[in-house]
C-alpha cells in the first residue's frame, strides 16, 4: 500500500502545478456505484455477447437482446455517483479539471456535479424510434423496461434506440474532435477506471502524451497501455481520488 501513497504524493504533486487537467474516464469509475464493468471483474462481455447486445447489427436484428442487456447495465443499480465522481467534480471546482471525457453513457458525472462532460459514447438520456423518429426521454422509458420490451407509442415500433454509440456507429464528430482538442492541450491527462482497448477513444491517451502532457493512469487492473503512464496506480478509484482531493486542499 505504501508504493501507492509515494505515487498518489507525486499525482498531488502533478495536479498541483498542472494549468490545465483532461480527465478520461471508463466503466471502471461507475463500478462503485454498483455498474458492472464490461472486462475484468464481473464484465458484462463475460454475460453478453457485444456483437448480439451492443451492436448496430445486433440491435436492427433483435432490439429485444439490448434491452434485456439495459435492465442490466442501468436499471437495475438505480445508479448514483460514488467517491470517485464527486472527486472528479471537486476537482473541477478547485480549478484544476478542465473537462471530464467519458466513454460511459450512465450521466453519472453531471450528477456527481460535473460541468464539462464529453461524452464519447452519448447517453441514455434520449432514446429515438428507428421508424417514425420520435424522440422520448430516457424516464419515460425506464419506468417501462422493469417489466416489457418498450415500444413506440406512436408507431408501435420495437425499434426504439438509446443515442449512444453502438459498436459499428461513428462517434459523434464534434464530441470526438473536442476530446481530441483536450487531449492535445492539457498538460496532465488522468485515465481512471478505462482498459484503454476501445477505439478512437483509447487513442486519446496517445495524442496527450505526443503534446509533451504527463499521463496518469487510476485502474483496478494493469492496462496494456500502462507504460506509456508516468503513473500507474492499480486500485480502486474512489478511495484514491478522494485521498489525492484531501492532500490537494491541505496545502
Ligand atoms: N476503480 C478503478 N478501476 C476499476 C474499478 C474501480 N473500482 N473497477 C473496475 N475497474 C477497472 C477494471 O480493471 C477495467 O480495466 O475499470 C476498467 C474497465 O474497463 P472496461 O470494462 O473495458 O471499460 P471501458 O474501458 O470503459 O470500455 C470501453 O468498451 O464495451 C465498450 O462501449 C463500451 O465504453 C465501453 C468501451
Ligand atoms: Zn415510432
Not at 508516468?230 to 480502486?236: A, E, F, N, Q
Request: glycine share 6%; proline share 4%.
Amino acid at each position: 500500500m505504501d508504493s501507492n501513497n509515494n505515487k498518489i504524493e507525486k499525482v498531488v504533486e502533478l495536479l498541483r502545478s498542472s494549468k490545465h487537467t483532461v480527465v478520461f474516464t471508463g466503466a471502471g469509475v461507475s463500478v462503485e456505484s454498483g455498474i458492472p464493468p464490461f472486462r475484468g471483474a464481473g464484465g458484462l462481455w463475460e454475460r453478453y455477447d457485444p456483437e448480439e447486445v451492443a451492436s448496430i447489427y445486433g440491435f436492427k436484428r433483435n432490439p429485444k437482446a439490448f434491452w434485456e442487456f439495459a435492465k442490466e447495465l442501468l436499471v437495475k443499480t438505480k445508479a448514483e455517483p460514488n467517491k470517485a465522481h464527486y472527486a472528479i467534480a471537486e476537482l473541477e471546482k478547485m480549478g484544476i479539471v478542465k473537462a471530464v471525457i467519458t466513454q460511459n453513457i450512465d450521466m453519472l458525472h453531471q450528477k456527481a456535479g460535473s460541468s464539462r462532460v464529453l461524452e464519447l459514447h452519448g447517453s441514455m438520456e434520449y432514446v429515438d424510434c428507428l421508424d417514425c423518429h420520435t424522440a422520448y426521454k430516457w424516464e419515460e422509458i425506464e419506468k417501462k423496461i422493469e417489466k416489457e420490451i418498450p415500444r413506440c407509442e406512436s408507431c408501435g415500433s420495437y425499434y426504439l434506440k438509446p443515442r449512444v454509440v453502438f459498436f459499428g456507429e461513428a462517434l459523434p464528430s464534434d464530441v470526438l474532435s473536442e476530446a481530441m482538442d483536450e487531449a492535445r492541450k492539457c498538460d496532465v491527462f488522468m485515465v481512471v477506471g478505462s482498459s484503454l482497448v476501445v477505439y478512437p477513444a483509447a487513442h486519446l491517451p496517445f495524442i496527450a502524451k505526443e503534446n509533451e502532457a504527463k499521463l496518469i493512469i487510476i485502474n483496478y487492473d494493469p492496462t496494456d497501455r500502462d507504460e506509456l503512464f508516468d503513473v500507474v496506480i492499480h486500485g480502486k478509484a474512489g478511495d484514491i481520488l478522494l485521498k489525492i482531493v484531501e492532500k490537494l486542499k491541505h496545502v
